[in-house]
């Protein structure tokens, strides 16, 4: 290690001489806001500006008529708008509302749709060059420059001067704080509006030019001259030259006080503000311009508008950022670090420059040590013992005090190529230095080097944080360590996080610890209660790449991203509990910042380091904003309809197409409705919620829309409401806008009452009709009944005639029998007239198959097959014919129930094919086969007899029943011989799933 001494005597006084020549002074930047023709102005030279009472900012332009600006968009007015002339001068805008229009023709007074001319008394033409109101509601113009009119019933009364000495013409108007209206002429004198005329109040020295006035709020009386800006008192009528402060030489055209007690001027170039003694103006090279500023307005939120003559409009909101950057002095805008010294001194670097030195306290840039010079800086950082510490793009870092410069180098511990990264402050005279190839300490005396053979994450370390005074942590693209008295140990606190490969880190004043990533948002770790929490996009950061964490000292966290600036609110519970976002509008004109380049200094400031320059924010006393934003309603129509509603309703306001007493047909039953609230200090941060009253369940939004389309509205009275907020929840007052739909004529008392007595006339007759249809029904259902027992009847005697026409038939038989048997053998007689006895009895016993076709177990499908069996039986047991039977059903159908009144019909059937098989079939063997199938069920009677040949002769009859039984079931009958001998007879049908029950497993 070596040390410079630069202490001599000659090489001091060769520096301080040097540095006499080479300060340079640096001027922060400002923003403004600027407004010309592409932002929608009319025209570029604006004459004048006005606030009316919504909130609009008016800007009277020369050629370009009237522009209204509602802080997002313009709506410029011209001479088709039935304004008086599109070269206006000046302008004013009463309380209620009038706008007072002066212009190279003369005054008119404008309402929004009309425009009415001011007349001279003699109605000759005349110019009017300024107008103003004072704050008794009166309205002055300035005329032909050498006389004051006072408007009274559309008509101007010229003052008269009292006690002037020296003819001149009029140059200014100005109210003073007891709300007396003050006017200057060019010759020095300032006159008093009286209702008597104007009274002399003020002489100026002799050959003084007064071109603008302003009585302050702190009663003094300031003058712009063509000498310059004086201030004198104004209680002193006879103004000395010993009276009169010099303040500045600029040329003011227009003088203002804010309510923040700074006067600003318009000057011929720029502006310029005068604030507790000190003036700043303001030009190209601080975020200004250099057209002449004619106007100067501020609005009811503090923001001061600057009307040029050339350059549009500009607003000053006072942001909270201003920045350093190459148009305001320093070398670069590109800034890779910083550093504050105790003295004052900020030291910069930057990426593609060198660095320099910036006094804050004078604003000069001061020269650089001769060592420095071409030296590429990667990092900078004050000891606590003030001394500035610079590390360099390369293996070395200088020490820098106030009596020496030390260069230590570091070539033992890095490559030809390694580098410093960044450094942090430890305890006592410690410096930690982290670098491409580990962590280096100094200790005040001498080198300690860490790496990861004593167990570091990689080489590569980014930054440290110290943690305590015990313990540092160091991160790497691997993840964090803590390094306690010079031993290194992994991440004790958290396993998740200890492979968290942070970018940036921060520590609170309680030890809560912010983690910045590449990609994963930030990491909030509490290491006492070992509580954490994560901050990503979906919490509300602007980015996910995090260069920059610092807390200030109210324990908030600043957020630097390639996207901007978030300031973030942490609640107890590690949440967010509010998040601002920083951009244009507060001054921060630069989207991305420079990893670990944010610095608190000790006033509380806030220093960033951006691709744009250095940024500074400071903590402002924002005028209070009004409590609540009041939202007015701008446009009321018929969407895509030319309709003029005005036909429709009471009235309209003169400056917006909005009708009261709106009453619409059902026939234009969709409305838009436009509206807004007024803000120009964040415009887009405003935010809307509406609710239709008895369409809307509730509040619909946020939104930023100011317009809503209702559609197929229903007749009745409508109240549409709407309330604005910053965009924090806060809501303001409710604007309503009521209209109605009108019913049609059949919605109205009247009508109803007509269809009322006709429903009830209707509803007589539709009873008396009713009554006749019922009857006729009735009387119809008892034919149906008739015929249905006909029908019975009708089916009975066929049953009958089956039944008593077998057993007949067998009687027959028998009786042949016997009549072939007869020989004279009494006993075999007897036999036979027995038989006869018996089959008389079973004709009677046969008329029970009705009764049991009635009962419900007849319907279950093994119940009939049994029966069938015991039927074949019964009758075959007097015959050598012998009967076999084949029921097979699967377990699930014993159970299965027939519809009501197929069980007969099935027996039926099967009777008369037995009969058949006795009489003709001459067969021996019988069989009856029962089964189920795929949810068929088939019946079959089998003989082996000679088989039936068709066509049949003698029982066409039987067959037919036995066909016509079948199709009264909905069932399929077959009748079939087989060959070589033998008939089947086949019914299948299928079980019909309503009816069917299969038997539970």
């Known amino acids: 290690m070596k040390s410079i001494n630069i202490l001599t005597a000659s090489r001091w006084v060769a520096l301080l001489l040097f540095s006499l020549v080479l300060r340079v002074s640096v001027a922060q930047v400002y923003y403004f806001r600027h407004y010309d023709i592409f932002s929608g102005l009319g025209q570029s030279q604006v004459s004048d500006i006005e606030q009316d009472r919504f909130g609009y900012i008016w800007l009277s332009t020369r050629g370009g008529g009237l522009s209204r600006f509602d802080g997002l968009h313009f709506t410029t007015y011209r001479k088709e708008d039935n304004l008086p002339a599109n070269n206006i001068l000046s302008l004013e805008i009463d309380a209620k509302g009038l706008m007072y229009i002066g212009t190279p023709f003369g005054l008119s007074i404008y309402d929004g749709q009309n425009t009415r001319p001011v007349y001279s008394p003699n109605r000759e033409p005349y110019t009017v060059s300024s107008v103003i109101g004072d704050q008794k509601g009166n309205v002055y113009a300035i005329c032909n420059a050498s006389q004051l009119g006072k408007i009274v019933n559309d008509s101007l009364i010229f003052l008269k001067k009292s006690g002037a000495v020296r003819p001149s013409f009029y140059s200014d108007m100005s109210g003073t704080r007891d709300k007396r209206l003050m006017v200057s002429t060019y010759s020095g004198e300032i006159f008093e509006v009286t209702p008597k005329g104007l009274q002399s109040r003020y002489h100026t020295p002799d050959g003084m030019v007064l071109r603008c006035i302003l009585f302050d709020s702190k009663d003094s009386l300031w003058l712009g001259t063509e000498k310059g800006v004086f201030r004198t008192s104004a209680h002193n009528s006879d103004i000395k030259t010993t009276d009169l402060q010099f303040i500045s030489k600029e040329l003011a055209h227009e003088m203002t006080e804010t309510s923040d007690g700074c006067i600003w001027m318009g000057l ?128 070395g870092v200088y020490k820098i005090s106030k009596t020496a410069i030390e260069y230590i180098p570091l070539d033992t511990y890095l490559s030809s190529h390694g580098v410093t990264l960044f450094m942090e402050v430890g305890k006592g005279k410690e410096m930690w230095i982290s670098t491409s190839n580990g962590l280096i300490l100094h200790d005040g005396t001498q080198l300690h080097h860490y790496t990861s053979k004593q167990g570091l994450k990689g080489r590569f370390v980014r930054r440290t944080l110290q943690l305590n005074d015990n313990e540092l942590i160091a991160s790497g693209p691997g993840g964090l360590n803590i390094l306690k008295n010079g031993t290194v140990y992994d991440f004790m606190y958290d396993r998740a996080l200890a492979s968290f490969p942070a ?7 309680d030890g809560l610890l912010a983690l910045g990533s590449f990609e994963d948002g930030i990491a909030v770790f509490d290491p006492k209660t070992r509580k954490k929490e994560y901050y990503t996009v979906k919490n509300g950061l602007c980015s996910n790449l995090i260069y920059n964490t610092i807390f200030d000292k109210q324990g908030r966290l600043w957020v630097g991203t390639e996207r901007g600036i978030d300031l973030i609110t942490i609640d107890k519970s590690l949440k967010i509990s509010n998040i601002r976002h920083y951009n244009e509008t507060d001054g921060f004109t630069a989207r991305e910042t420079n990893a670990n380049t944010a610095f608190v200094a000790p006033n509380g400031e806030l220093w960033i380091g951006t691709i744009k320059g250095l940024f500074r924010h400071r903590e402002r006393n924002v005028k209070s904003r009004p409590e609540a934003l009041k939202v007015h309603f701008t446009d009321v129509r018929i969407p895509f309809d030319t309709t003029d509603l005005a036909r429709y309703a009471q009235g309209q306001s003169k400056w917006n197409q909005v009708y009261e007493g709106l009453s619409l047909p059902n026939t234009k039953n969709q409305l838009r409705i436009s509206f807004i609230a007024i803000n120009h200090t964040r415009p887009d941060h405003v935010r809307y919620q509406y609710q239709l009253a008895g369409a809307d369940e509730g509040w619909l939004g946020p939104t930023d829309q100011t317009a809503v389309v209702y559609s197929h509205l229903t007749p009745g009275c409508y109240h549409f409401k709407v309330r604005a907020s910053y965009g924090d929840n806060h809501w303001g007052d409710i604007s309503t806008y009521t209209f109605e739909i009108i019913p049609p004529f059949y919605q109205r008392w009247w009508f109803i009452l007509l269809i009322a007595t006709t429903l009830v006339s209707l509803g007589i007759l539709s009873q008396k009709l009713y009554i006749q249809y019922r009857t ?169 007899g000679t088989g039936i040949v068709f066509p049949t002769e003698g029982y066409h009859k039987g067959l037919n029943n036995m066909r016509l039984r079948a199709e009264r079931i909905h069932c399929h009958l077959s009748i079939t011989p087989t060959p070589p001998k033998g008939t089947i007879v086949l019914l299948r049908g299928s079980i019909p799933t309503k009816t069917a029950s299969p038997k539970s497993s």
């Open 268 to 395: 011929t170039t720029g502006a310029m503000r005068y604030q507790k003694g000190g003036l700043l103006k303001f030009g190209v090279q601080n975020g200004f311009t250099n057209f002449m500023v004619k106007g100067m307005l501020e609005d009811r939120e503090g923001n001061i508008w600057f009307t040029t003559d050339g350059d549009g409009v500009y607003k000053f909101t006072n942001p909270a950022f201003t920045g350093l950057n190459a148009t305001s002095g320093l070398s670069s805008n590109t800034i890779s670090c910083f550093a504050l010294a105790p003295d004052g001194k900020l030291w910069i670097s930057y990426f593609d420059h060198g660095m320099d030195i910036w006094d804050t306290k004078t604003s000069k840039i001061l020269p650089l040590p001769k060592p420095l010079l071409g030296k590429r800086v990667n990092c900078l950082s004050v000891d606590n013992e003030g001394n500035t510490w610079v590390g360099l793009a390369g293996a």
């Open 776 to 944: 006729r029904r009735v009387l119809a259902y008892e034919k149906l009944k008739q015929e249905a027992e006909a029908a019975v009847r009708v089916q009975i005697a066929q049953d009958f005639h089956d039944e008593l026409g077998n057993r007949l038939a067998a009687i027959r038989m028998q009786s042949n029998v016997l009549k072939l048997r007869y020989n004279g053998h009494e006993s075999e007689e007897k036999r036979i007239v027995g038989e006869i006895e018996k089959n008389v009895v079973k004709l009677f016993r046969d008329t029970k198959d009705f009764i049991w076709s009635i009962d419900p177990e007849s319907n279950q499908i093994n119940e009939l097959s049994l029966y069938i069996k015991d039927l074949g039986e019964n009758l075959l047991q007097d015959t050598p014919i012998h009967f076999h039977t084949d029921i097979r059903f699967p377990n699930e159908y014993e159970n299965v129930h027939l519809p009501p009144g197929r069980s007969i019909q099935v027996i039926m059937i099967f009777k008369e094919a037995l009969t058949n098989c006795v009489k003709h079939a001459q067969c021996q063997n019988i069989i009856f086969r029962a089964t189920i199938e795929n949810q068929m069920m088939s019946f079959a009677l089998i003989d082996d």
């Open 503 to 509: 970018l940036s880190m921060a520590k609170r004043h």
